[in-house]
């Protein structure tokens, strides 16, 4: 699976548009309700309910999961677009993987992608992933050296 130079620089280069808006710099709220409860609020006053019961909002390590999944998936419908392919739909389903006891940081993850539409290949896809692992996706490159990240992928040819 070797591009040239040339389409790599390319590709890369369009995500400048998208990676120039990434603030470097972000700040949010925690605001504790009650009990176990939590308010999470970005800087642009968008809100997560987090609580470590799991009775009124979410676990406090999902939206880290969520995150990866969003970055990965991000970078590769933009790398896909740029190469041509025409999406009619993309889905990342994604599990982390925690040790039963303390420290329950994730050990892995499993993101399985799946991606619709016309001039759609194997070697663009794995090629888009590939991008984002080595060189695009914050959050990945966030996450622990000894973390563990699969990314399979089924493809659906559109057609018409």
């Known amino acids: 699976m070797i591009m040239s130079d040339d389409i790599v620089q390319t590709l890369e280069g369009s ?27 970005t800087q642009k006053g968008y809100e997560i309910d987090i609580d470590a019961n799991v009775e009124w909002g979410c676990q406090p390590s999902e939206p880290l999961m ?39 940081y994730y050990k892995q ?3 399985m992608l799946h991606i619709a539409g016309k001039n759609l290949t194997e070697k663009k896809v794995k090629r888009a992933i590939a991008l984002s692992q ?18 399979k992928y089924e493809l659906t040819h559109d057609t018409e």
Request: charged share 25%.
């Open 15 to 41: 995500l400048d548009g998208y990676k120039s808006k990434v603030s470097t710099v972000l700040s949010g709220t925690i605001t504790w309700e009650k009990d176990y409860i939590f308010l999470a609020r």
């Open 66 to 104: 969520l995150s990866l999944g969003a970055c990965l998936s991000t970078d590769c419908v933009i790398f896909l677009q740029k190469m041509k392919v025409q999406l009619s739909s993309f889905k990342a389903d994604i599990k982390g993987y925690k040790p039963e006891t303390p420290p329950q």
């Open 134 to 151: 080595e060189k695009y996706c914050g959050v990945y490159h966030s996450l622990r050296s000894d973390v563990v990240v699969n990314v």
């Open 109 to 111: 993850f499993d993101i």
